[in-house]
């Protein structure tokens, strides 16, 4: 069993040097606890993922742009509207080279099956 994201959930980049929220924007009726659950159409950069500060990729250090490259390990039966839902052990990796992953799966304690 494995917790579902959503809106709100805190992410973390292994080349960034800040936390950043993710916004939920693939769809907007499905819920838990008044926060929207996150699918795997939400790996828009800047705008689903936000930036994480500094990308420590080269140097001298630029803004992180986020550049997802679609999201991995989501649920494998469930989904909303046919796109999968993200849990608690999905991440996805940046054209840049670092791993975004959760540090937090949102205001929700809701555990699924995958």
Known sequence: MVKIV???AIMCCTLGTWQA??????QSF???SGA???TEED????DNIPCFGVCRYSYPYPSCIP???GWQQTTQK??????KKLTEQSFCM???GGRISFVDTGSNTFVESE
């Open 94 to 96: 940046c054209a840049k």
């Open 36 to 38: 929207l659950v996150a």
């Open 78 to 83: 469930d989904s909303v509207n046919g796109m």
């Open 30 to 32: 499905r819920s838990i």
């Open 6 to 8: 959503t809106d709100g």
């Open 43 to 46: 790996k828009i950069g800047l």
């Open 21 to 26: 929220k993710l916004t939920v924007l693939s």
């Open 67 to 69: 550049q997802p490259q």
